[in-house]
């Protein structure tokens, strides 16, 4: 279990969901370092494992078996969007992913927002496929003022360009 925060004390409901979970055999990584990108790298060094499963700090699973009924779905060199109540675009949260992916490929930290998406027209180019799933459902209620949401969607406007241009039409991220 993977996740990215800027303080620890934001994980305190997600790591009681996950106290509740009845599949125990897992670790809890997270990173609070640097810049989104950079976390995501961070934390992914720090795992281990063959499966990496992605969520975020402000998202928590529907049901204790939530990483039991992931556990049933594993598949090797795929990589498995399941369900997000609340979505955003395609992003990180509820996310499981095949570790040898992520020993060959990692986030482009120049990318300080729209990281994620980058991340999968990359993977899509690399012909690595993402597979949605109506699986294994988190809520995902994150809370972001409304300037924030403005600056975060201009800048995020800007990089989809970069993106098509690095990755071309074909690799949309979405």
Partial sequence: MITITKKEEDLIELRQCLSNQTFKDFEFVFSTKGTIPEAWNDAITKAKGDYFIFTESDAQPLHDDWLEEISKLLEKNI???GLEINPTNLNMCNLVCDA?????????EKFKVAEDTEFFARLRKNGISIKQINSFPVIHTPSQSWKKTVTRSFLYGR????????????????
């Fill in 79 to 81: 990589i498995m969007k």
């Fill in 100 to 108: 040898a992916i992520l020993k060959k490929m990692r986030f482009n």
């Fill in 159 to 174: 990089l989809m360009i970069k993106i098509l241009i690095f990755h071309g039409k074909k690799y949309r991220p979405c």
